[in-house]
């Protein structure tokens, strides 16, 4: 990480003497809740170049870095491994019907073979009738998913919105 571009000032417009037009909203929002650092931030150069970096690791990168229950392979992942996983769908190879996972919304003739037939049929010059109808049938699924999350999405937001009228009309009393 390369070191932050400080301009001191002891005029207007400034938080621990750092002009605000070089920090960022959320940088200037962490000297205004952490007055305890006031002082050396003033004083010390090298102390505020690693709390700027303290910050930005908390700010951008610590959510990255924990630990979740991953629901799609009931292990612990990270949050981008989980991401990744929310795009694959239970599908079948299409030559030996083995179970594969295929990543939504990819129409790859790799997303539709497991990695022996992929092999066997994955290169060849004329595509098998079978990878067309499983990536045509596959397309519908994907819909299908993408439309029972969607429901569900709804559904939550209508369970979120019934929940606030109930406690609007509680507090009336
Ligand atoms: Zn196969």
């Not at 700010?59 to 990255?64: A, I, M």
């Not at 630990?67 to 990744?84: A, F, P, Q, R």
């Amino acid at each position: 990480m390369k070191p932050f571009k400080i301009e001191r000032s002891r005029g207007k417009d400034t938080i621990c003497h750092i002009k605000y037009s070089c920090l960022k909203p959320y940088q200037i929002n962490f000297f205004k809740e952490n007055k305890l650092v006031k002082r050396n931030a003033i004083e010390d150069d090298r102390f505020l170049q690693i709390v700027l970096r303290i910050v930005e690791y908390e700010t951008h990168y610590k959510d990255h870095l924990k630990l979740y229950y991953n629901n799609y392979t009931k292990g612990v992942s990270s949050y981008d491994e989980i991401l990744e996983d929310a795009k694959m769908l239970d599908w079948k190879c299409c030559i030996c019907d083995c179970e594969i996972k295929s990543e939504i919304g990819n129409f790859e003739i790799v997303n539709f073979l497991c990695s022996d037939c992929f092999k066997a049929y994955g290169k060849q010059k004329m595509v098998d009738e079978r990878i067309l109808d499983s990536s045509v049938n596959f397309r519908y699924f994907c819909q299908r998913v993408l439309l029972k999350q969607q429901k569900g999405h709804m559904q939550y937001l209508k369970v979120f919105e019934t929940s606030k009228k109930i406690k609007k009309s509680k507090s009336l009393y």
